[in-house]
């Protein structure tokens, strides 16, 4: 049974920065997709940054250079790390996985992954 379980979110004030973590079990695929996604408050779920069983990264034009994904395979890891903070990054955020790379370099606006944590929420204030 795959299970991905978020942590690190909090209340921070703008500017600030968070490291968000996804500790994902029971996967067994040498390949895969794994992803950030953020639901804001009244809005849809939109997708932040994907990284591939190859260590392929794309992110979204709204977070670039703001936000670095990364995974620490030997522990089964994936990560979030959001540097200057703005109101406008509050949300839910969710860990997703999927066997498939494809759903990596095909872009963020889907979120059509098989597996999917339960969230971590990020609340930035001004």
């Known amino acids: 049974q795959v299970q991905l379980v978020e942590s690190g979110g909090a209340s921070v004030q703008a500017g600030g920065s968070l490291k968000l973590s996804c500790s994902i079990s029971g996967y067994t695929f040498p390949t895969f997709c794994l992803a950030w996604f953020r639901q804001p408050p009244g809005k849809e779920r939109e997708g932040v940054a994907t990284i591939d069983s190859e260590g392929n990264v794309v992110y979204a034009d709204s977070v670039k250079g703001q936000f670095t994904v990364s995974r620490d395979n030997a522990k089964s890891i994936l990560y979030l790390q959001m540097n200057e903070l703005k109101p406008e990054d509050t949300g839910m955020y969710y860990c997703?996985?999927?066997?498939?790379?494809?759903?990596?370099?095909?872009?963020?606006?889907?979120?059509?992954?098989?597996?999917w944590g339960q969230g971590t929420q990020v609340t930035v204030s001004s």
């Open positions: 997703a996985l999927d066997q498939w790379e494809w759903k990596c370099s095909r872009g963020l606006g889907v979120a059509d992954f098989r597996y």
